[in-house]
């Protein structure tokens, strides 16, 4: 039945070979010549067009209803993806389901959920708004040749998403069809075309990769990076034939149903920015190919989608879309029942087999390969992902986001390998440049204005030495060097050194104002821990230098809360810290919580005699989310044992404007105010998402002060109010803010503006 001595002994993956597609298609021919011995041959052929492609759905629901069989299917762009999956044994329902419950924000970006990336790195990404990666990770890599080549191919910066989650969803739902493979053995033979930018033809995919063939497909430019392979350039098939029709016909399909999704040409008068622009240049480039598939349809169906788009993948939209493409099949039914009288009563499959969806269904995996990492990664990798012989499309998913999570890569995809039960999972690793430069700027109305540039050297390793450059410029002016080395262990040994620059540092001790200008500088050497991904201990000793530049204070003003403040002094100590961070954003959050538990220990000054101190902080916060409200109970205390100025208590608006680190966030104040040694609070915060980006955060704070802890909750203590009403809109470069406040510790109305990140 099929030429095998020709097309079968070569590649099954390569470029655009004219004598291997005129040998491809002449096994499709024959295919459907076999067929024809007993009745016509019938081929479905579906149209790029976007989110629109739940249309090919309700259609392919309709033909199976109707008992049409369908000999050959063939797709561009999404109709490429949909017809794929049909052709890889889903029926219409399931195509339907796979359709409807599928992320499609989550799948259009290269995100993973925030819960997977070390503290450090959460700290990094709520603080720069620019990051810039450079440098190569020098290593070979190791293995067959032909994986490593696939593992290795450089990844193109044309466009916003490499399309990592969308492939490996490919690869969840293709299990069995993962290998190389002629498209002819598919449960229904298969073609999906792309455009190669290099030689500017058409990619005509009838055997290799199916989870190439479809992401190529289907990578609209700009928005999906292109795909690398066999020395091709491959985007969305749309610029060279969104509807393959003629294609159909050359392999020999007798009755030809397209489904034509994409939207008509723009006139003279819609041509009006560079978007239409683009839109125009793109159909015309089809045009050709467009007209010529008109002319071999023989049922042509055109849902009316006019008034959406390639990016309609809201849940409305696609009921919208799946019951229009119900209704415009329906329109050919006169034309569908005829032909099903030439046909056979059965529907045609070349084999019975059918793709396994990993998501409702698990598989069993008998090996583990890693490409792109070396041998001492790759025994650190497996030690954290932990998976099991048994597995479903979550736990990829997992194992995918904490390798991504550790920023040494920018890209993993998996693949499940073989044709039957158990198979092998390849992950493919692809190298994120080790080195960075970030920055950020913040705009308020107590800083004015402040930047803060970084640059990480090795930044991006799994294991191995780490240096880290940090300078500050603002009214707190800082330049911090710190070295860490990853022993791929779950420890680190770290090690850092600070020094701080405080300029028009205005205080308030209740009733008075002070302003203190000060000097401080900070050497660490500590261990870190990380037993989990969302917990950081560290345990080290502290040697800090402090040194006041000047102070004023209104007239009348005592220092009988504190110690003589001596003009330097040094100070020995330990530290420990325990934190915690499951936020599943830095700014607004809609789940998870934030701990934070520290303990520092000062030794008597080296320069000043001074006393020992203690201080011990604590806080808790949660968020909890209930449709467009969400509520963030929050709780801290801190207890320091002396009133040493550089340890003593301090209330700040909010942790965006430190200038000293030992600052509790009020929200009812403007200027930080000087506190007794025993400070606790608690709060609420409610807020309101509005539309879009926009909220609305309504705030109330108490907060307590006494002496020491054994009179905190004494009738002695004092008790504050503070309350806020804040709108804030969650722009790219930070959140902006504006809010209004109030409380008793001051008894004054209070304004705040700012926007940026926090740092």
């Known amino acids: 039945m099929l030429c095998c001595g020709s097309l079968s002994a070569q590649k099954l993956s390569y470029g655009i070979n004219p004598r291997l597609d005129s040998l491809a298609f002449e096994n499709f021919k024959q295919h459907m010549d076999s067929i024809r011995q007993h009745r016509p041959t019938v081929a479905l052929v579906l149209s790029g067009g976007g989110a629109k492609g739940a249309a090919h759905v309700s259609v392919i629901r309709y033909l199976e209803e109707a008992g049409i069989p369908i000999d050959l299917v063939l797709g561009t762009s999404i109709g490429g993806l949909v017809g794929g999956l049909y052709a890889c044994g889903y029926n219409g329902k399931e195509l339907e389901d796979i359709i409807r419950s599928q992320d499609w924000n989550y799948l259009m970006r290269d995100t993973h959920p925030r819960r997977y990336d070390a503290l450090i790195q959460k700290d990094y990404d709520r603080q720069y708004q620019l990051s ?18 696939r593992a290795t191919r450089s990844l193109l910066s044309s466009g916003m998403v490499q399309g990592r989650n969308i492939e490996n969803l490919f690869s969840s739902l293709l299990v069995g069809f993962g290998d190389e493979i002629d498209f002819l053995k598919l449960p229904i033979p298969f073609v999906c075309v792309a455009t190669d930018m290099v030689t500017a033809q058409p990619k005509i995919w009838h055997s290799g990769s199916m989870v190439d063939a479809l992401r190529s497909t289907m990578s609209i430019p700009a928005l999906f990076t292109p795909v690398r392979t066999n020395g091709m350039v491959l985007v969305d098939g749309s610029l060279r034939n969104n509807m393959p029709a003629g294609i159909a016909r050359q392999m020999g399909a007798d009755i030809i149903i ?3 999704i994409s939207a008509p040409a723009l006139n003279a008068k819609q041509i009006n920015n560079l978007i239409d622009f683009i839109f125009q240049t793109t159909d015309v480039l089809g045009r050709e190919s467009y007209n010529a598939a008109l002319a071999a349809t023989d049922i042509y169906i055109q849902p009316n989608l006019s008034d959406y788009s390639l990016l309609s993948f809201d849940a409305e939209s696609i009921d919208s879309i799946l019951s229009r493409g119900r209704e415009a099949v329906q329109r050919h039914a006169s034309e569908i029942k005829v032909l099903k009288t030439t046909l056979d009563d059965t529907m045609h499959y070349l084999t019975d087999k059918a793709a396994i969806n990993m998501r409702s269904r698990p598989v069993v995996i008998d090996k583990i390969i890693f490409m792109g990492i070396n041998q001492k990664e790759e025994e650190f990798i497996r030690k954290q992902l932990k998976l099991h012989t048994v597995i479903l499309k979550h736990q990829l998913d997992d194992a995918v986001a904490t390798l991504m999570g550790t920023k040494a890569f920018e890209k993993v995809t998996y693949e499940l390998l073989g044709e039957e039960s158990p198979y ?3 992950f493919n690793c692809f190298r994120s440049p080790v080195n960075q430069l970030d920055a950020s700027a913040r705009f308020d109305a107590i800083d004015f204005a402040s930047l803060m540039l970084h640059a990480g050297f090795n930044a991006n390793q799994l294991m191995g030495s780490r240096w880290d450059f940090t300078a500050r410029l603002g009214l707190k002016s800082s330049l911090t060097v710190g070295y860490s080395y990853r022993t791929g262990k779950g420890v680190d040994f770290c090690g850092e050194a600070s020094f701080q620059s405080i300029r028009n540092g205005s205080f308030r001790s209740n009733p008075y104002e002070f302003r203190i200008d000060f000097n401080r500088g900070r050497m660490d050497g500590f261990v870190t821990f990380s037993p989990w991904k969302q917990l950081n201990i560290q345990t080290g000793v502290r040697m800090d230098y ?8 209104d007239y009348g003003m005592t220092l009988d809360r504190w110690q003589q403040i001596e003009n330097s002094n040094i100070y020995a100590g330990a530290f420990a810290k325990v934190r915690s961070d499951s936020y599943d954003d830095p700014y607004f959050p809609t789940q998870g919580s934030q701990f934070n538990l520290s303990y520092n220990l000062y030794s008597r000054g080296l320069q000043h005699r ?5 201080a011990f902080q604590f806080s808790f916060k949660s968020a909890i989310t209930t449709q467009r409200h969400t509520f963030i109970p929050f709780i801290e205390a801190r ?8 340890f003593s208590n301090m209330l700040a608006v909010s942790e965006a404007h430190r200038s000293v680190d030992q600052q509790i966030p009020f929200i009812g104040i403007s200027t930080p105010v000087a506190m007794l040694p025993m400070v606790g609070t608690v709060g609420l915060n409610s807020r309101l998402h509005i539309v879009g980006k926009h909220y609305i955060i309504t705030s109330l704070q108490l907060m307590r002060e006494s002496d020491s802890f054994r009179e905190f909750f004494s009738k002695d203590s004092e008790t504050y109010l503070g309350i806020s009403l804040e709108y804030a809109y969650k722009s790219l470069i930070g959140p902006l803010r504006a809010n209004i406040h109030w409380s008793d510790l001051n ?7 700012g926007m940026g990140f926090d740092f």
């Open 132 to 149: 810039i990666p450079f440098g190569t990770y020098q290593w070979d890599f190791l293995g067959n040749e032909q994986r490593t080549e």
């Open 258 to 260: 397209t489904v034509d």
């Open 424 to 426: 092998t999972l390849q």
């Open 546 to 553: 402090f040194y006041r530049v000047s102070m004023l204070a």
């Open 610 to 614: 001074s006393p020992i101190t203690h």
């Open 639 to 646: 207890h320091v044992s002396s009133s040493i100025l550089p």
């Open 747 to 753: 008894k004054t109305v209070g304004f705040y503006l």
